[in-house]
C-alpha cells in the first residue's frame, strides 16, 4: 500500500512540477506584414492540425509567431484526431471568439459544426483543405491548390517516362486517406493531366491512410504483384509515402530513377524529399509547405480582423520541384 | 469422449482444446488459405510476392513476437508499442552521427528501459497492464512531440541504410524476424524464466504462492517485448528514412492481432512464438492475396479484423471455457 501510494504521490508530483514548468516561451517575433498592427482584446481559436503532425507542428509555430506582435490571443485547440476536433470546434464556438482558424479533419463530420457557429454569429476562417460544399459559403478559406499539386505529380511522371524515352508506362498510386477532399483533389488534378498523355495508365490506386509504414507495405505488394517489367513509374502523394516506396523498390531489386529506372514523384515537399530529388532518386514533388500557407493565414487573419474585408477565398500559390529546380524550393521545404 | 476432442460435457461446458489441436487447425487453415490462393490468383505463386508477403510481415512480426512473451506472461497487451517504436525510431535516427553501433544500443537500451519500467509497475505494484499502457502511452508521446516540437528527426549520418540490405534477396529485417522466434521460441520453452512466464501467466496468485519471482519475471517478458519493440522501431526508421510522433501507425492493433491469430491465451500461460510467427505471415498472405485481386486497403483492413475475432471466438472462448 505505502508503495503504491508513493508511486501515485511521485506521479503527481511529476505532473505538477512539468505543469509549473509551463509552456513554451513564445518565440522572437518574425518580421512580416502583421507587426505594427494591433489587434489586442482580440481573440482566435486555432482548431488546427496538432503538434503530433510535423506539417501542422510548423504551421502552428509560424502562424503563432506572425501574429504575436498584434496582441491576438490564440486559443489552442489543435488536435489530429477528427472526432477530437468536432469537440473542440464545438466549444470554440461556446466560447465566442472574434475568430475560428480551423484546417478539417472529415470534412463531412464538420459539416454540422460549421453550420453552428454560423447560426451562433462565430465567423470561420478554413485553411489548408476546403470544407463540405454544403458550407463553403459559411466560411472564409486559405486553401493549398490541391488540384495543382495533383497535376504537377503527373507532369513529374510524363516527363520523367518521356526522358527514358518510354512510349508506354504503367504506373502505381498511393494516395492519402481517399474520404478527404484533399486527396479528391489531388487525384482529380493528377488524373487530368495523365489524360494528356493516353500512352502512360495508371495499373493500381490504393489508400495508404497518410501512412509512411503501411506506404511501404503496399509498395512492396504492389511491386510485386506488377513485378518489373509492370511498373514503370509511381505516386506517393506526400514524400514521406514517396520515400517507402524508393525503399520497397529498392528492396525489390528496382533501379531507381536515371535513364530507365522507377520514376517516383510525390506532391507535397518535406526535407526527405528535397534530399532524395538531390540524390537523384525521387523524381520531384511540390510545394503545400506549412510555412507559406501560415504567412498567408496570418495575414488574412490580420486584414480581416482589422476590417480590411479580405475576399471570402484565397488560394495559395503552388510550385512544382525537380531536380532542375530544387535549390530554389530547398530552404521552404525543409521545415517539416 | 477425452478431454483431447474439446466436446461438450455433460454440464454444457466444452473442455479445453490442447496445445497440439489448436496448432493442427490453425495449420490446416493456414494451409487451405495458402492453397486456395495458389491456384487461383495470378502471380500469386511467384519469388517476388513471397518475398513481398515476408518483407511486409516483417515489422509487425518482430514487435508481435516479444509481445507474446508479455501476453503469456499473464500481463495481457501493451497498447504503448506504437509510441515506443515511434521513440526509439527518433533516438535511433537522431544518434546516427555518433555511429551505427551506438546508435543502436541507445535505441534498444530506450526500447527495454520503458518497456520494462511497466513491466515492474505491472509486475510488482499489480498495475492493470491496459490501464497503464494507455496512460504511458500519452506520456511517451505526449513527451515525445513536446521535446521534438513534433518536427521531423532527420538522420546526421546514413550508417542506417545497411539495415535495408537484402542478403540473398530477403530484406534484413526479414532474418531478424527469423531470428526472434527462434531466441524467444527457445527461451519460453528452455530456460526456467520461459517456463515460469508459463506459470505466472496460467495462474498468478499461485505462482506467487509457490515463492515464484512473479515480478522479476514480468519484467524480463516486458524487457524482451522492448527489445522486439525497439527492433522494429530502428528497421522502421531506416525504412522511412526519418521518424514522426506517429511513424508508429497501427503498429501496437497490428501486432495484437498478429499475437491472437497466432493462438496465444490472452489470459496468459498458453501460446508460443512460432504460432505468433505464424499469425503474423497468415495476416501479411490474407492482406496480399486481397491486394491481388484488386480489394481495397478497407477490405484488408475489415477481413483482418473478421480473421481475429474469429480466432478469438473459436480459440479463445472455446478453451477459456474448459477452463472453468
Known amino acids: 500500500m505505502f508503495r503504491t501510494r508513493s508511486l501515485a504521490a511521485a506521479t503527481l508530483g511529476l505532473t505538477l512540477l512539468i505543469s509549473a514548468c509551463g509552456g513554451r516561451p513564445a518565440a522572437p517575433s518574425p518580421s512580416g506584414g502583421t507587426s505594427g498592427t494591433s489587434l489586442s482584446g482580440r481573440t482566435i481559436a486555432l482548431v488546427g492540425y496538432g503538434n503530433g503532425n510535423p506539417w501542422g507542428a510548423y504551421f502552428n509555430k509560424v502562424f503563432t509567431e506572425r501574429l504575436a506582435p498584434t496582441g491576438v490571443k490564440i486559443g489552442d485547440m489543435t488536435t489530429m484526431d477528427p472526432g477530437t476536433q468536432v469537440q473542440k470546434f464545438n466549444q470554440a464556438v461556446a466560447q465566442k471568439p472574434d475568430l475560428i482558424v480551423v484546417s478539417i479533419l472529415d470534412t463531412t463530420a464538420m459539416a454540422v459544426p460549421i453550420k453552428k457557429a454560423g447560426a451562433a454569429g462565430v465567423p470561420v476562417l478554413v485553411f489548408d483543405g476546403p470544407p463540405d460544399p454544403s458550407v463553403a459559403d459559411a466560411v472564409m478559406s486559405v486553401l493549398s491548390d490541391n488540384e495543382k499539386l495533383g497535376e504537377y505529380a503527373a507532369q513529374n511522371i510524363i516527363e520523367g517516362l518521356k526522358a527514358q524515352g518510354r512510349d508506354s508506362g504503367d504506373i502505381i498510386v498511393l494516395t492519402g486517406t481517399k474520404s478527404m477532399l484533399v486527396t479528391q483533389h489531388r487525384m482529380k488534378g493528377f488524373n487530368k493531366v495523365l489524360a494528356t498523355a493516353p500512352q502512360y495508365k495508371v495499373v493500381d490506386e490504393q489508400d495508404a491512410n497518410w501512412d509512411p509504414q503501411l506506404s511501404g507495405t503496399i509498395a512492396q505488394q504492389l511491386l510485386a504483384k506488377h513485378g518489373k517489367d509492370g511498373v514503370q513509374a509511381a505516386y506517393g502523394m506526400a514524400d514521406y509515402m514517396a520515400l517507402p516506396i524508393i525503399q520497397a523498390a529498392k528492396q525489390a531489386g528496382f533501379t531507381i530513377g536515371g535513364k530507365d529506372g522507377l520514376i517516383v514523384t510525390s506532391s507535397n515537399c518535406f526535407k526527405a524529399g528535397i534530399d532524395s530529388i538531390k540524390a537523384g532518386e525521387l523524381y520531384g514533388t511540390a510545394t503545400e509547405d506549412p510555412g507559406t500557407i501560415a504567412e498567408q493565414t496570418a495575414d488574412y487573419v490580420v486584414r480581416y480582423l482589422t476590417g480590411k474585408n479580405p475576399p471570402r477565398s484565397e488560394t495559395v500559390q503552388e510550385e512544382r520541384v525537380t531536380a532542375a529546380n530544387v535549390g530554389e524550393f530547398a530552404e521552404q521545404c525543409s521545415h517539416a | ?324
Request: some cysteine; charged content about 10%.
Open chain 2, 1 to 324: 469422449m477425452t478431454a483431447e476432442t474439446g466436446a461438450v460435457a455433460a454440464d454444457g461446458s466444452a473442455r479445453r482444446w490442447p496445445p497440439r489441436v489448436v496448432t493442427a487447425g490453425l495449420a490446416v487453415i493456414l494451409l487451405a488459405l495458402l492453397l486456395i490462393p495458389a491456384v487461383t490468383t495470378p502471380r500469386f505463386l511467384t519469388l517476388d510476392n513471397a518475398r513481398a508477403i515476408l518483407a511486409s510481415a516483417a515489422f509487425v512480426g518482430i514487435t508481435s513476437v516479444g509481445a507474446t512473451m508479455v501476453m503469456i506472461a499473464g500481463s495481457g497487451v501493451s497498447l504503448a508499442t506504437s509510441q515506443i517504436a515511434t521513440v526509439v525510431a527518433m533516438f535511433f535516427l537522431g544518434t546516427q552521427h555518433l555511429g551505427l553501433g551506438a546508435a543502436l544500443l541507445i535505441a534498444l537500451a530506450a526500447g527495454v528501459a520503458l518497456n520494462a519500467f511497466q513491466g515492474a509497475v505491472i509486475g510488482y505494484w499489480k498495475a492493470d497492464p491496459i490501464v497503464l499502457t494507455i496512460a504511458g502511452g500519452f506520456a511517451i508521446g505526449g513527451a515525445a512531440t513536446w521535446f521534438s516540437g513534433g518536427t521531423t528527426v532527420y538522420p546526421g549520418a546514413r550508417g542506417f541504410e545497411v539495415l535495408n540490405a537484402t542478403p540473398l534477396g530477403l530484406p534484413l529485417a526479414v532474418y531478424v524476424l527469423l531470428a526472434v522466434t527462434v531466441v524467444v521460441e527457445w527461451t519460453l520453452r528452455r530456460t526456467t524464466a520461459g517456463r515460469q512466464m508459463y506459470l505466472v501467466g496460467e495462474n498468478r496468485a499461485a505462482a506467487r504462492a509457490a515463492g515464484l519471482p512473479v515480478g522479476r519475471v514480468t519484467v524480463l517478458a516486458w524487457a524482451v517485448s522492448g527489445a522486439c519493440v525497439a527492433l522494429t522501431g530502428v528497421f522502421l526508421a531506416s525504412f522511412t528514412t526519418s521518424a514522426t510522433v506517429t511513424l508508429g501507425g497501427t503498429l501496437t492493433l497490428d501486432a495484437i492481432a498478429a499475437v491472437l491469430v497466432g493462438g496465444t491465451a490472452i489470459s496468459g500461460g498458453h501460446g508460443s512464438a512460432v504460432r505468433t510467427l505464424g499469425g503474423a505471415v497468415l495476416i501479411s498472405v490474407i492482406s496480399d492475396v486481397l491486394l491481388l485481386r484488386g480489394y481495397s486497403t478497407g477490405v484488408q483492413i475489415l477481413v483482418k479484423g473478421v480473421l481475429v475475432l474469429t480466432v478469438v471466438l473459436v480459440v479463445h472462448v472455446r478453451s477459456g471455457r474448459g477452463r472453468r
